[in-house]
């Protein structure tokens, strides 16, 4: 089993910047990808990045240019820098691993709200 934590989330002024982090412990598992995820009110859950062991960074078109993702592979944590934020990007955001073997886990969330 894999535990899977986010932090970071809160509010932040349009044009603002957030970090948030996200954590997997657990036992015996090795990791193929980590990647973020958001959902907001109404919408179904988007893939916003996605970093694979071995490959270049994915980022969905709304996050290119904005925001960057990186994983410390040494503590089993991924990173999504966000800046420039805009009110559309307010959703819950979503940690995803994905471990060898065909297994995906998910983080509880963490609510980022962009608003004046």
């Known amino acids: 089993q894999v535990q899977v934590v986010e932090s970071g989330g809160g509010m932040v002024q349009p044009g603002g910047s957030l970090r948030l982090s996200c954590a997997a412990s657990?036992?015996?598992?090795?990791?193929?990808?980590m990647g973020w995820y958001r959902q907001a009110p109404g919408k179904q859950r988007e893939l916003v990045a996605t970093?694979?062991?071995?490959?270049?960074?994915y980022y969905a078109d709304s996050a290119k240019g904005r925001f960057t993702i990186s994983r410390d592979n040494a503590k089993n944590t991924v990173y999504l820098q966000m800046n420039s934020l805009k009110p559309e990007d307010t959703a819950v955001y979503y940690c995803?691993?994905?471990?060898?073997?065909?297994?995906?886990?998910w983080g509880q969330g963490t609510q980022v709200t962009v608003s004046s």
């Open positions: 657990g036992s015996s598992f090795s990791i193929y990808a």
């Open positions: 970093k694979t062991s071995g490959a270049s960074p």
């Open positions: 995803n691993v994905k471990v060898h073997g065909g297994f995906d886990y």
